[in-house]
Structures are given as C-alpha cells and as structure tokens.
C-alpha cells in the first residue's frame, strides 16, 4: 500500500534551480522549510510562505522530505554529513533524502550508507532540464532508490516534473544522470566545431545554424545551442565550469568502473580550453569561442 504524501518538507540549497522548485512546493500547499548558504537568498521563499531555517539540521527536523539540489560532491557532502550542522542529524527514522544535485555515485553510496544507519531512506534523484523547466515545473527526474520510497514522494516530485522515472537502484540515478550531461556535452562540442568550419567555408554563423536546426539529427535543444552560438548569447543557463565538473566526474567513475570513454576525455578538453580563456562562468553556448 503507497503511503500518503507527506505535507512537511525541507529544501536544502536555493541557487537558480532549487530557488525556483522550492518555490513550486510552496505553491503546491506543502509545508516547506528552506535553507541556504546565502540566508537572503531564502527571503523570496519566505515571503512566498516557506520558514527559513538557519542550518541545514535544523531544516530537516520533523521534515518527511528533504530535499538537495548543489553544485557537486563537496557542497553536498557538507550539506547533508557536516558532523554538527548536517541535515543528517534533523533527520526523522523513515524520513526520505532526495538527493537532485549532480554528483558522483561514489558520493550517493556514500551518503546512502549513512542514512541507513541513521533509519533513513535515500533517492538519488538528478534532474534533466535548466532554469526554463524549473521555472515552468516541467523537469525530468532520474530516481534510484527504493521503489517505495519513490511512490511515496512522487505526489511531492510531481509539481516539479513533467516525468518521473524510476531508473533502478540507489545510485542508478546519478549514474545516468552523468551519461546523459555527457551525451549533451558532446553534442555541444560537435556543433561548436561545425560551425567553426561552416563560417569558414561560406557560410555566416547564424545562416548555419539555422540551416543545422531543420534536420531531424539535431534535436531541439541542440538547435537552440547552435543559434546562441551564433549570435554570442553566454548569459549562464547551464555553465561550462558546472558541464566541465559533470565530465571529470564520468571520467573518475569510468576509470573506477573499468569503462573507456575516449570521446568524453575529447570533449572535457574543449571545455577546459574554455575555461582557459576565462568562460567558465559563461553559458555552454561559450563553447562557440573555443572554434570561433
């Protein structure tokens, strides 16, 4: 029998993701606790009606969700593992830790050893999409975890998504997660190089992009890319500092699983020259510079 969606929730992290599910939750009727680094980041969620909460532990006390969502390992790991502070400590037996920050699978093993001790239940729980989705609440979740658990916080999950996927075990998530920032890597990449040799064979930047965009092998996102390319749109949506990190974590868990990824180690290197130019804070569409 599915348990009844839970009504007291803790978000954990408010940057331009978390800020805008958070804000979801509270629309959706949820009681929802906030915490973040940066307290006046919290005040927007505060005014909307969530309680701000000054550590992460105190957050997740009496919570039946806590959510992350973070940059990567260390910022997690301090979120939820910080012997004093660490949202481990507020958690509840049978509370659920939604982890939807893009981190290593070395780190939800990690983190789902110590809820287990602690009587807590982990989803790793990524998410595909940028601000847009978050915004429009049309995310798509990647769960591992306990099939339970996830149909007990899907009605939470549910304001937030526009799918919900259950993808296999704790961790399972997290490793998809990473293949499927890498499988966009590489098509950023690939396009970023295309347009290089287009503009130097006759064509004119935004004439190729266009021009990509009306095949069916370019996928819409893709295409979209092309044309910020195009016309040197690097307003961050997604960065090339945080695409870098997501490759250097699939490389760190291919090595640890046996695994070649050639191409990965290809395209991380492009967006290293990037970051070498000082574009790391640029939107992936800055890839464009490194072939312009």
């Known amino acids: 029998m599915t348990e009844p969606a839970s009504r007291n929730i803790a978000f954990l992290g408010l940057g331009a993701m978390g800020s805008r599910m958070a804000l979801h939750l509270v629309r959706a009727g949820f009681a929802v606790t906030v915490w973040n680094r940066d307290a006046t980041k919290a005040e927007p969620l505060a005014r909307a009606g969530a309680a701000i909460a000054g550590t992460p532990r ?3 006390e009496g919570a039946d969700i806590v959510f992350s969502m973070v940059t990567d390992d260390g910022s997690a790991r301090a979120i939820w593992l910080d012997a004093t502070d660490g949202a481990i400590n507020g958690l509840k037996r049978g509370a659920i830790a939604v982890e939807c920050s893009t981190v290593t699978p070395a780190f939800i093993r990690e983190l789902h ?4 001790a602690r009587g807590a239940r ?3 729980a990524p998410v595909a999409g940028s601000r847009p989705q978050a915004e429009a609440g049309q995310l798509i979740f990647m ?7 996830m149909e007990t916080a899907r009605p939470v999950l549910a304001p937030l998504a526009a799918q919900i996927l259950h993808v296999g075990a704790t961790g399972q998530g997290a490793v998809l997660k990473l293949a499927v920032n890498t499988l966009f890597a590489a098509q950023l990449e690939s396009v970023a190089e295309l ?3 287009l503009t130097r064979n006759g064509f004119g930047a935004e004439e190729a992009a ?3 965009a009306q095949f069916p092998i370019v996928a819409a996102p893709i295409a979209g890319a092309a044309k910020m390319m195009a016309a040197k ?3 961050p ?3 090339i500092d945080l695409i870098e990190k997501d490759l250097g974590y699939i490389l760190e868990t291919a090595r640890a699983s046996g695994a070649a990824l050639p191409g990965a180690e290809t395209v991380r290197s492009a967006f290293q020259q990037a970051q070498a130019r000082g574009l790391g804070q640029a939107n992936v569409s800055g890839l464009a510079a490194v072939f312009a």
């Open 113 to 116: 050893r110590a809820l287990d």
């Open 237 to 239: 949506l997604f960065t």
């Open 58 to 60: 105190a957050a997740a």
């Open 122 to 124: 982990l989803l790793d």
């Open 233 to 235: 749109v690097t307003a």
């Open 143 to 149: 769960v591992g975890g306990p099939a339970e658990a």
């Open 210 to 212: 266009g021009l990509l």
């Open 195 to 197: 347009l290089g040799f």
